[in-house]
């Protein structure tokens, strides 16, 4: 069975950086695509950045120029590198996995979150 776990979350001022990673199980991690969504308290669920088995990139027009996604298919490991924090990126971020890549995007395998907090 598929699993993706998160880590890397935490407190951060404003303007400050943070890398999130996303370690995948139960599968060949170069066949699937991953990603970030996010979600704010009262807010629905939004997707961030996703990369594709060929390493293509994507971004939502708030993380384009600001995060980056990548990924290690050595370590079953993607990335979120996320600079230039605002309050408003603060939420709980998930990583989600799937066999393939559409927009809009509904992956199959999702971690159970970490919180980013964006405060000074």
């Known amino acids: 069975q598929v699993q993706v776990v998160e880590s890397g979350g935490g407190l951060v001022r404003p303007g400050g950086s943070l890398r999130l990673s996303c370690t995948f199980s139960?599968?060949?991690?170069?066949?699937?695509?991953v990603g970030w969504f996010r979600q704010a308290p009262g807010r629905e669920r939004q997707f961030v950045a996703a990369?594709?088995?060929?390493?293509?990139?994507y971004y939502s027009t708030s993380a384009k120029g600001r995060f980056t996604i990548s990924r290690d298919n050595a370590k079953n490991t993607a990335y979120l590198q996320m600079n230039s924090l605002k309050p408003e990126d603060a939420a709980v971020y998930y990583c989600?996995?799937?066999?393939?890549?559409?927009?809009?995007?509904?992956?199959?395998?999702w971690g159970q979150g970490t919180q980013v907090t964006v405060s000074s």
């Open positions: 989600a996995a799937d066999r393939s890549y559409g927009s809009p995007w509904r992956p199959d395998y």
């Open positions: 139960g599968g060949t991690f170069g066949s699937y695509a």
């Open positions: 990369i594709s088995w060929t390493a293509a990139t």
